[in-house]
């Protein structure tokens, strides 16, 4: 079973909460930031960098909420991979306030749905900017992570 982590990250919030993604799925998965270099390109900073999902059982998406959206980066990749048709995706958002969570999971969903993947799960951690992302926060992002690879493999990736 192969799993991929995929990420943008401004000021290194998401980064910590996608490395303990990393932990909660015992180390195992790629990890791919998102970025754009000045001209407005994709690129990014994982040389095994492939934008092509086919080969992944299970695809983690993450990313900064801003102005209550799914950040662009996110959105575009989510708009631009190849082969995210059918697959399983879990979310991993953070936000520096609570009430932004439905929001940008309601985005997510949406941008999800267009592309014909299949929303699995979401989780969503407060920050405050940074102040907020504890050790429990962290930790919980990783049982979260723990717990939807846990599903994966008890249905058989039938969602
Ligand atoms: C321009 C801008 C817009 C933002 N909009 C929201 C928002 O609508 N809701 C929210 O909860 N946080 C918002 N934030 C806060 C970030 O989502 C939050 O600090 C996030 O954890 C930053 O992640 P990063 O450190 O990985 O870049 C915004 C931040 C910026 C800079």
Known sequence: MKSIIVYCSKTGTTERVAQAVQRGLGGSADMLRLDLNPIGLQQTYCPAFTIDLEVYDL????????????????????????????????????????FSRSHVRADFEALLERRGARPFNFHYTTTLFGLALTKARLRRAEDFARAVLKAYQQTGGAG
């Open 59 to 98: 695809i983690f998406l993450g990313g900064w909420t801003m102005v209550m959206r799914v950040h662009p980066f996110m959105a575009c990749y989510i708009r631009e991979c190849e082969n995210l048709e059918n697959k399983i995706v879990a979310g991993f958002f953070t936000g520096a306030a609570p």
